[in-house]
């Protein structure tokens, strides 16, 4: 389980937001992470956000807060700007922007998940080269990448898919309308079931400023609570599932990332 997103970068990023929008407020630091770090602690589980590196410049202390708590930091661009769509120059240069704001603050980014979830015409080399640990596209392909643990996340498991009209096709089978957290509960569950049943892997991904009511809170406890209580689950940190990997090498399989474009 991963969250993704803080503060206002994405709004800013997709236009939602007006640009000279006053910075530095968003309640999804001042409200919603420490809701969801105090979660998280209470469980003693460790995750990885993916936050835009924007963030080193307007909380700082938000990031520190994150590793302090003993998660991981993972790179989601500058502003969330899907990087499948930039020119090879332009995604070259928000790499280097981006890891340069990550070092500033002297911060380690121990895993990548490009804005959007997809690699497009990009070489692979350029998430490798970069040296992150292990990397998370949207897809279902778990394996080792060149000897890099690949853990993807299929676009059902999107807190976005169960909360908002638009992303509702992402589902398995597709909405239309929002379910809400119950809904959610109750996809993730049997999602669970599935994965066991075929022996494999899965990711569930969640977003910080969507998780903004007690309600939707709540319930990525209760999921959590339902994983550490049954038997058949191994529920871990994307650092810990990719330290196995490297670890087992005989054990998991050589795979190639295939892009998994959302079904919209």
């Known amino acids: 389980m991963t969250f993704d997103h ?28 420490p809701r969801i770090l105090d979660l998280l602690a209470d469980r003693d589980i460790t995750t990885t956000f993916y936050v835009e590196a924007l963030n080193c410049e307007l909380y700082p202390d938000a990031l520190r807060s994150i590793a302090a708590a003993g998660h991981s930091l993972g790179w ?18 928000t790499m ?15 895993s990548a998940r490009p804005p959007g979830g997809l690699l497009g015409g990009h070489p ?11 990397l998370s596209f949207a897809g279902r392909n778990y394996g080792l990448v060149d000897g890099v643990p690949l853990l993807p996340f299929p676009w059902q498991n999107v ?23 119950r809904g959610l509960l109750r996809a993730h569950l049997a999602h669970i079931d599935q994965t066991v049943d075929a022996g494999g892997c899965t990711s569930f991904v969640f977003h ?33 599932v990719a330290r196995w990997m490297a670890d087992h090498p005989a054990d998991v399989p050589a795979v190639r990332h295939q892009d998994e474009p959302p079904a919209w």
């Open 159 to 181: 807190d976005g898919c169960y909360y908002f009209a638009q992303f509702a096709a992402l589902r398995v089978p597709p909405g239309r309308e929002p379910v809400g957290p």
């Open 124 to 134: 692979l080399g350029r998430y490798l080269d970069a040296g992150f640990g292990h």
């Open 76 to 93: 989601h661009g500058w502003w969330n700007e899907p990087t499948y769509r930039l020119s090879p120059q332009e995604a070259s240069a």
């Open 96 to 110: 280097a922007r981006t890891l340069a704001a990550y070092d500033a603050l002297g911060l380690r980014l121990a």
């Open 208 to 240: 910080v400023p969507w998780t903004d009511t007690p309600e939707r809170v709540e319930v990525i406890g209760e999921l959590l609570d339902r994983l550490a209580g049954d038997p058949r689950v191994w529920c871990a940190s994307p650092d810990e």
């Open 6 to 33: 803080l503060g206002e970068a994405a709004d800013l990023q997709a236009g939602i937001l007006p640009p000279d929008t006053p910075r530095g407020h968003h309640p999804s630091v001042s409200r919603d992470l």
